[in-house]
């Protein structure tokens, strides 16, 4: 699959890299393509990866996986004219200074996006580990849980393929306006890892009997 991942951070690095180590055809996408930092990031994924802006990228890619803080995300969303038809992916958490919420209630982040990117098929996944999770999902051998909603079986489709291609065990929570209780699930691995101290080594696992 040919998949764009805009931003260049903890996360876009972290699944563009496997992604691109899995072969599949990842463009990362930065405001500096030519930055010490984006080759690096090359170098570590190998033959068939690009770095490109974000217009070219939009253009070039079906699968669109949003990784930037939150606080970028609306001006990246309007940099590009058309959404129509794309897969947007959308890993962010809309936190807000001291570990808050910006977005909650009868709203979520990801509706959020889907408004701003009209006419693409937004799904709401890898907000609720950390990044390293996303390299290595697996604890002492078993999978750990990647959550999912969205409105778009099709696109969910893809991004359970994604996940599970990574070595997540996929939990599809339901329509996108489930993003209101997958971005507060983020703020408790977030209180668990950081604010309290267990540090990054923590992942959720769905178990069923
Ligand atoms: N860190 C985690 O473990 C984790 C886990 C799950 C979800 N998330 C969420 O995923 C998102 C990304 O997290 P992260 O830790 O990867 O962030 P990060 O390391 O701060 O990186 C975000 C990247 O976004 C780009 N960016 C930053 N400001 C921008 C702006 N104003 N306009 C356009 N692009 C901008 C930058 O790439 P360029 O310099 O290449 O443009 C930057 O490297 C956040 O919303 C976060 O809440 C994070």
Same mark, same amino acid.
């Given at each position: 699959m040919r998949i764009a991942l805009i931003g260049t951070g903890n996360v876009g690095q972290a699944l563009g890299v496997r992604w691109a180590q899995l072969g599949h055809e990842v463009i990362f996408v930065t *405001? $500096?393509?030519g930055s010490e930092k984006v080759q690096k !990031?090359?170098?570590e994924a190998g033959a068939? %990866? *690009?770095a490109m802006r974000v217009g070219e990228a939009a253009a070039a890619a079906p699968i669109i996986v949003l990784a930037t803080p939150w606080n970028a995300v609306q001006s990246v969303i309007g940099s590009v004219p058309d959404w129509s038809g794309k897969i947007v992916i959308d890993a962010t +958490?809309? !936190?807000a200074p001291g570990f808050q919420l910006a977005v909650s209630g $009868? +709203?979520?982040g990801a509706e959020q996006v889907a408004r701003w990117a009209a006419g693409a098929q %937004?799904?709401?996944a890898f907000n609720t580990t950390g990044a390293e999770n996303? *390299? $290595?999902p697996i604890y002492n051998g078993?999978?750990?849980t990647m959550f999912i909603c969205g409105d778009s079986a099709e696109a969910k489709a893809i991004t359970s393929q994604l996940a599970e291609a990574l070595g997540f065990m996929v939990a599809d929570v339901g329509p996108l306006t489930a993003a209101r209780y997958l971005e507060p699930l983020a703020m408790v691995w977030i209180r668990l890892a950081i604010v309290q101290g267990r540090g990054r080594d923590i992942a959720f696992r769905l178990v069923q009997r």
């Open positions: *405001r $500096d393509p !990031i090359l170098a068939g %990866v *690009r +958490n809309p !936190i $009868d +709203n979520s %937004v799904v709401k996303m *390299r $290595d078993e999978a750990t």
